[in-house]
């Protein structure tokens, strides 16, 4: 949870809503088809992922949706692996699960450096695109 408004302030957007932020981690921490992923000790994370179990929009099949996959600033300085660790793990994740793996960006942070890193470990499938109206923050 202390993680959570440090990545909203870095790749989110739209307004901050902690109760939701907790009742995604409820859904992990209960075994509700959420499942987060860690690399660190208790009180030095140095990266973390979240993945949901959800259904697809369209039909009756099940996916795993990640909803973040961030790496502290000084572990990006440390070492670069731990962006790949959390995206093989979820890889791992859908393999053993035996679901689709729903990854990507939805941000504009360092986006060349994420996609040559997801591009080294996934099959790039479209794109996403914004459009923010006028006062829309």
């Keep these: 949870m202390r993680l959570s408004p440090i ?20 859904k992990a921490l ?4 959420g499942i ?3 690399v660190g000790n208790v009180g030095d994370l140095k990266s973390c ?16 949706v990640e909803l973040w996959n961030y790496v502290g600033e000084d572990a990006r300085r440390d070492n670069r692996a731990f962006g790949e660790q959390q ?13 689709r793996l729903l990854i990507g960006i939805l941000n504009n942070v360092r986006v060349e450096a994420k996609l040559r890193l997801y591009d ?10 914004i459009h923010e109206p006028a006062g829309v923050t």
């Design 49 to 64: 992922i979240y993945l949901s179990l959800d259904p697809t929009w369209f039909g009756d099949d099940w996916q795993l």
């Design 120 to 129: 080294r470990h996934l099959t790039r499938a479209g794109a996403f695109y």
């Design 87 to 99: 995206i093989e793990f979820a890889k791992n994740c859908s393999d053993r699960i035996g679901v």
């Design 30 to 33: 209960l075994r509700k088809g």
């Design 7 to 26: 990545i909203h302030e870095e790749v989110g957007y739209g307004h901050y809503n902690g109760d939701k932020v907790r009742a995604m981690m409820a």
């Design 36 to 38: 987060i992923g860690v």
